[in-house]
C-alpha cells in the first residue's frame, strides 16, 4: 500500500506560480510512474504531467512550457512546479502513483486561478 499526501494549492493571481507536493509513504518498491492529474467542476480527470521511475517525463500540451514535473526520490516526493498559470488551470490536482495492476491517488489539492 502507498499513501499519497498533496499540498501547495490555493489562490493564484494569473500569471503567477504555485509548486505542488506529494509526499508518499508506504511501499514504494513496485512503483514505476508518478503523475499529477486535474479535474475541473464538470469535467473529466486529466492528466496534466508524469515522470517514470527512469526519470521520463510527459506532460499534456496544454501545459508544455509552464509546468514542470520533478522528484527527490530520497523524500518519496514529486512536485510540479506551475508556472504562468492561467484561469482554465483551476481544477483539483491529485497525485498519481502506479505500479503493476495498482494505482494510488491522493486526496487533491485545490487550485484556484482568479484576479
Known amino acids: 500500500q502507498v499513501q499519497l499526501v498533496e499540498s501547495g494549492g490555493g489562490l493564484v493571481q494569473p500569471g503567477g506560480s504555485l509548486r505542488l507536493s506529494c509526499v508518499a509513504s508506504?511501499?514504494?518498491?513496485?512503483?514505476?510512474?508518478r503523475g499529477w492529474y486535474r479535474q475541473a467542476p464538470g469535467k473529466q480527470r486529466e492528466l496534466v504531467a508524469g515522470?517514470?521511475?527512469?526519470?521520463?517525463?510527459n506532460y499534456a500540451d496544454f501545459v508544455k512550457g509552464r509546468f514542470t514535473i520533478s522528484r527527490d526520490n530520497a523524500k518519496n516526493t514529486v512536485y510540479l512546479q506551475m508556472n504562468s498559470l492561467k484561469p482554465e488551470d483551476t481544477a483539483v490536482y491529485y497525485c498519481?502513483?502506479?505500479?503493476?495492476?495498482?494505482?494510488?491517488w491522493g486526496q487533491g489539492t485545490q487550485v484556484t486561478v482568479s484576479s
Open positions: 498519481n502513483h502506479e505500479g503493476v495492476g495498482v494505482a494510488y
Open positions: 508506504g511501499s514504494m518498491f513496485s512503483i514505476y510512474f
Open positions: 515522470i517514470t521511475s527512469r526519470g521520463r517525463t
